[in-house]
């Protein structure tokens, strides 16, 4: 296992340097953010995030993400070029020693909180969703001028109206068939670079707004990596988002996708799941939903050696800047995460003797 951090690049209030003082922390996980998304990114801007992160002693093996345009989502004309776009990208960050590229095929939101600041019993805040809060905010029925976190900030609302429309317009086997036809052309140039792409699932599991949502339970899962059935074509397992659904066994679905091989990117988030929703929480087990010791556990038995990152953090301690990936918490995390890991090996090597 591979520990890892999410650095959002030189704006970000967390540096290198804070992450690099992590106890057991390995790599980085970033992207190239000032390039649309479609776009192919240079192999400056590439190379200039390879050095930044070497510079700091930490690996630079993960990408997340490489977005995939919304034509692609919605299998439009255009959605070729983008598509070849998208193989660009994947030969260039394998050039620069990529190894996994995380991705997601959400339709127009990467993810969905009502709130980011919700106050929790201990004093900090943590990211949060409620389903009444959600229905009050309808982008196609509400002419207010609410919104959610989340949001792409680059739509105006007329044109998100018309993006969501479009996708209301289609059913969940549309999407899978877009799905399909962007599978079936970017994993063999993976398999060829060695690349690894992890799919993130939806997040929330569950459609929004009536939008098709795919990615989502074990029965969805098992469908998509039979579509192109490659030791490249994986997931990244997210306990949070599949966690934030009582129908979802994490601790099944992590032995088992790892059993598979078909592991290669973990996102370590906690949640507490509530009748209307779900919190986020502190990454120890009691402390939410979730048994992380049980799905740390499930991967280290069934042979998972990818990469692992704490996922989300409450802002605790009076830190400020972007909600859920603050530094203490998910430092915190880190090292929580790591001390479960080396526990299961110890007791697992002392067993075996």
């Known amino acids: 296992m591979k520990m890892s951090f999410r650095w959002y690049g030189s704006d ?3 540096t290198l340097q804070n992450i690099r003082q992590i106890p057991g922390m390995e790599a980085i996980v970033t992207a190239v953010y000032d390039v649309p998304v479609g776009e192919v990114w240079s192999r400056e801007s590439i190379g200039a995030l390879k050095k930044q992160v070497e510079d700091a002693g ?32 994947i030969r260039r960050l394998a050039e620069a020693g990529i190894q ?33 809060q959600v229905e009050a905010v309808d982008p196609l029925k509400s002419d207010s001028d609410l919104t959610l976190p989340g949001w ?35 994993i063999p140039v993976a398999a060829q670079c060695g690349v690894n792409m992890a799919i993130h699932e939806d997040d929330p599991c569950w459609s ?30 997210c306990t949070g988002s599949l966690g934030c659904s009582a129908e979802n066994d994490v601790v099944h679905m992590a032995a088992k996708y790892a059993a598979m091989g078909r592991i290669h990117f973990v996102h370590a988030r906690n949640v507490a799941v509530l009748e209307n929703g ?28 990818g990469y692992i990152r704490p996922d989300h953090g409450r802002m605790i301690w009076g830190e400020t800047g ?26 697992n090597s002392t067993s075996e003797r």
Not at 105 to 127: A, I, K, N, Y
Not at 211 to 231: A, H, S
Request: net charge negative; glycine share 6%; charged share 25%.
């Open 208 to 237: 929004i707004f009536g939008l098709p949502r795919i990615i989502t339970c074990e029965e969805n899962l098992d469908r998509f990596l039979k579509i192109v059935d490659d030791p490249h074509n994986g997931i990244t397992l």
């Open 278 to 305: 779900f919190e986020e929480r502190a990454h120890l087990s009691k402390c939410g939903s979730l048994d992380m010791y049980a799905i740390l556990k499930a991967l280290y038995k069934n042979g998972f050696n």
């Open 152 to 186: 792409d900030a680059s739509y105006t609302r007329e044109e998100l109206k018309a993006v969501v429309a479009e996708y209301n317009a289609m059913t969940e086997e549309n999407l899978w068939a877009n799905l399909t036809y962007f599978l079936e052309r970017i």
């Open 12 to 14: 970000d209030k967390v």
């Open 322 to 347: 972007r909600a859920g990936y603050g530094l203490y918490d998910r430092a915190l995390g880190a090292a929580y995460l790591n001390g479960l890991w080396e526990a299961i090996v110890k007791r």
């Open 58 to 89: 930490l690996l630079f093996e993960v990408i997340e993400s490489v977005p995939v345009h919304e034509d692609i989502k919605l299998g439009k004309p255009s959605r070729d070029r983008y598509i070849e776009n998208y193989c660009e990208n």
């Open 100 to 132: 996994c590229i995380c991705y997601n095929f959400m339709p127009v939101f990467d993810w969905t909180r009502t709130q980011l600041d919700h106050v929790l019993p201990d004093g900090s805040t943590s990211l949060v969703y409620y389903q009444e």
